[in-house]
């Protein structure tokens, strides 16, 4: 039988809400989310890991990594970009991840447009998908993601989240337009 793999988890208020991250002994963050969406997490956490695959336990600032988020939601926005993250996934998904990684803080990026940063410009819908399944969200910050007219569109934390979080690095399509062109070195 595999060995379970032992998770840690920490929670912490946010100006948008309780936050919950879990980590894993080497420091790698595996997932974040609202703990008003923790049920949708141990939906991933069972899908990615399988449902006696994993093991949850409490544990205060794993690794550093909720003193880096507070730091971020403090206005230190770049503290996340040298988060580590190891995700479960599709290899299509780790590739939609890996590019979303590369959007910096202050821009927005169409689905489309992301689409066709990662060379595949028809697979938006894909892309959106993917999207929608990004298991750390604001670290691998899919906010950041907008329709092609420059609505926010969808954000498992909710519309006014994304809103928020696009406020705080101050790239809300709806006070500018602006979208990022993206050099993405995917290995």
């Given amino acids: 039988m595999p060995e379970t793999l032992r998770l840690l988890t920490d929670r912490f208020d946010t100006p948008i809400g309780e936050m919950i991250i879990v980590a894993d002994h080497d420091g790698n963050l595996r997932a974040v989310e ?105 670290v691998v910050p899919c906010h950041r993601v907008i329709g092609s007219n420059g609505s926010l569109t969808g954000y498992g934390g909710g519309l006014e989240r994304k809103r928020w979080l696009l406020n705080h690095e101050d790239a809300n399509p709806q006070h500018k337009k602006q979208t990022a062109s993206l050099p993405l070195q995917l290995t």
Avoid: C
Wanted: avoid cysteine.
């Fill in 34 to 138: 609202w703990t008003d969406h923790e049920e949708r997490l141990q939906r991933s956490l069972r899908l990615h890991y399988g449902r006696n695959g994993f093991k949850l336990e409490p544990a205060k600032n794993p690794s550093g990594l909720s003193d880096v988020m507070k730091r971020y939601f403090a206005g230190e926005l770049a503290a996340i970009n040298v988060l580590p993250v190891q995700t479960a996934g599709t290899p299509f998904q780790r590739e939609v991840w890996r590019a979303l990684r590369q959007i910096p803080h202050g821009t927005t990026v169409s689905y489309g447009k992301l689409a066709a940063q990662i060379g595949r410009p028809n697979a938006v819908r894909a892309v959106g998908l993917a999207n929608g399944s990004n298991p750390i969200g604001v």
